[in-house]
């Protein structure tokens, strides 16, 4: 069992930074591949970052790539999400995921264990 909570979240003007951080609790969670998923109002919940357990090779949505950085700390149980050069259409519901297989199940969102959500708002 893995338990994430995300921090984080906040409101922050355009082209600025924010981090947001997921913490998991399970012995087992350096095995564990990680993503960051994030919902907008009216619309479905989409891919934003993924990495993997072991090496750490990260994968990125073509709308963030170059501005958001994923990260993991497996000796704290942690991942990261570093945005900057925020914008308004960054604004959404963060979530944290977890999947004990592959990368690749979290980048389609078939996920284990899912966060409460972490509210990022970007104003222009």
């Known amino acids: 069992q893995v338990q994430l909570v995300e921090s984080g979240g906040g409101l922050v003007q355009a082209g600025g930074s924010l981090r947001l951080s997921c913490a998991a609790s399970g012995r087992t969670f350096s095995t564990y591949a990680m993503g960051w998923f994030r919902q907008a109002p009216g619309k479905e919940r989409e891919f934003v970052a993924a990495i993997t357990w072991n090496r750490g090779i990260t994968y990125y949505a073509d709308s963030v790539k170059g501005r958001f950085t994923i990260s993991r700390d497996n000796n704290k149980n942690t991942v990261d999400l570093q945005m900057n050069s925020l914008k308004p259409e960054d604004t959404a519901v963060y979530y944290c995921?977890?999947?004990?297989?592959?990368?690749?199940?979290?980048?389609?969102?078939?996920?284990?264990?899912w966060g409460q959500g972490t509210q990022v708002t970007v104003s222009s």
């Open positions: 995921a977890a999947n004990p297989r592959t990368v690749l199940e979290v980048i389609r969102g078939i996920n284990d264990y």
